[in-house]
């Protein structure tokens, strides 16, 4: 969720507790793609949680992928007369429905602002048609069985083009269709290394404009650049001879970011966001009922007795089962006793109720997971980590000029994750250049992913966003 394994070895230390994930997601057959239409999906009060919602394509400039790949969507939460736009950018394998939930809490307390949650390019390759079959859907059947529509890296070689550049230049759609021609103010923001994109942009040089002249602040939370991962033990893989290797290995053809697949629950680039999508997707339409998948989760993994749909989620994502802090929240525990029938349910007592991670990661559209995440995105954010304009920068096109020069408010909010290094990479940004104030905010108390889901009233994230969001617009504070 957005989540990222943040682009380090995801398991770099096993499980703990034992756990070593094994397991696999089938693959085959044809399906067909989920497709929204030109004009987008949307949603009334009901549906938004008191607030407008709508999730919409972008055109953006040919990129060599298959028919309709030339969009991104954004999921927009908010007035649509809003003054500002707050557009979020998710992390490594993240999707725009990382932000949902911030965002109506955002839109809440900040009036006259909307939130645009983008969603890459490469969210076209899904197929997500599984959980789209009306009351009668079979997603677990659909997926598992491998009757999905995979993309074969063979079939994909478009995608070890779709580095930063590509990124970015489509970024700049989604921010001149937010900016309209000038009208409205654009704060640009992302978690992880969607803070990582973001601070890229702003450093981007757009045929001589930089890219912060679009935007009136930036706001980084658990990422960004300058240092910003050091603190997870797992630095930024930058030096040239890596950065050839890796791109050697792109041009023999490995052009998905395989990170995931250390989690264990498959070794295709989608299996292990399809495993995560589905345990959402029952435990958000059957919280209470006898889990569907606990018998297909790989043994090693399983719980040793019946759990419910929230249960087998919970599995999955709290940090008490052992996971890495970058993709885990702090949520609750199983409970201590079954029911009448046998089955042991999840108990809420963390900052991020199962009930939201639920709401969150069963979709479809939009989603919280990006399947086919391009290696040569990773590399190139590995090497934006410097934030200035370096030889094996130029050489890999990225055109990040104008760092010093950068001249706008700047926030940046750190959980556990990095152990304070994402403040100190802020820091390094504010210091280098000419920005006029930032604000760093901390709780030590969250791992990566809780700002994304955490509960309204235990969510600092969201809390000192809106404070930074009002000063930065000169609206009222949280409402």
């Known amino acids: 969720m957005t989540k990222r394994p943040a682009r380090r070895a995801v398991l770099s230390g096993g499980l703990g507790a034992g756990l070593a994930l094994a397991g696999a997601v089938g693959v085959g057959g044809v399906g067909s793609a989920w497709a929204v239409g030109g004009g987008g999906r949307r949603w009334g009060a009901a549906d938004g949680g008191g607030v407008g919602e709508e999730y919409v394509p972008v055109p953006v400039g040919a990129g060599g992928g298959p028919v309709g790949s030339d969009r991104v969507h954004v999921l927009k939460v908010g007035p649509r007369d809003a003054r500002t736009v707050v557009v979020l950018v998710p992390g490594m394998f993240g999707a725009a429905n990382d932000f949902r939930l911030m965002a109506r809490d955002l839109v809440a307390r900040v009036p006259g602002t909307q939130v645009w949650a983008v969603d890459r390019r490469e969210e076209n390759l899904a197929d997500r048609s599984g959980f789209a079959r009306g009351r009668g859907a079979d997603p677990v059947g659909y997926y598992l069985d491998g009757r999905y529509r995979a993309l074969e890296p063979a079939a994909a070689g478009y995608v070890g083009r779709w580095g930063l550049e590509r990124a970015l230049d489509d970024l700049r759609c989604v921010v001149r269709a937010a900016r309209a021609g000038g009208r409205r103010r654009v704060v640009l923001g992302g978690h992880s290394w969607g803070a990582t994109s973001a601070l890229a942009y702003a450093a981007w040089d757009f045929g001589g404009r930089p890219g912060y002249r679009d935007l009136v602040g930036l706001a980084v939370l658990d990422g960004g650049v300058r ?55 029952y435990a958000h339409h059957d919280p209470k009922g006898r889990s569907v998948l606990q018998d297909r989760v790989p043994e090693a993994l399983r719980v040793p007795f019946p759990v419910t749909n929230a249960a087998l989620l919970g599995s999955f994502v709290d940090a008490g089962f052992g996971w890495p802090n970058d993709i885990s929240v702090h949520s609750g525990h199983l409970a201590a006793a079954a029911d009448a029938d046998g089955v042991r349910g999840w108990v809420d007592d963390g900052i991020t109720p199962i009930g939201r991670v639920a709401e969150a990661y069963a979709g479809p559209v939009p989603g919280v997971w990006e399947w086919y995440w391009p290696a040569r995105l990773s590399v190139d954010l590995d090497v934006s980590d410097a934030f200035a304009d370096t030889d094996l920068a130029r050489s890999l096109g990225l055109r990040l000029r104008h760092a010093a020069g950068l001249d706008i408010p700047l926030y940046a909010f750190q959980t556990s994750y990095a152990k304070g290094t994402v403040v100190e990479g802020a820091r390094r940004v504010a210091a280098e250049a000419r920005v006029p104030y930032a604000v760093y905010e901390s709780d030590d108390s969250m791992n990566h992913l809780d700002p994304l889901f955490a509960a309204t009233a235990h969510n600092t994230a969201t809390h000192t966003l809106t404070e930074f969001l009002g000063r930065v617009t000169g609206t009222a504070r949280a409402r």
């Open 227 to 281: 240092g910003a991962f050091e603190g997870t033990g797992a630095p930024v893989r930058d030096s040239p001879e890596e950065v050839r290797e890796r791109l050697a290995a792109i041009a023999g053809g490995q052009v998905f970011d395989m990170t995931l697949s250390g989690v264990g629950l498959g070794d295709r680039a989608e299996s292990t966001q399809i495993w995560y999508q589905l345990a959402g997707w």
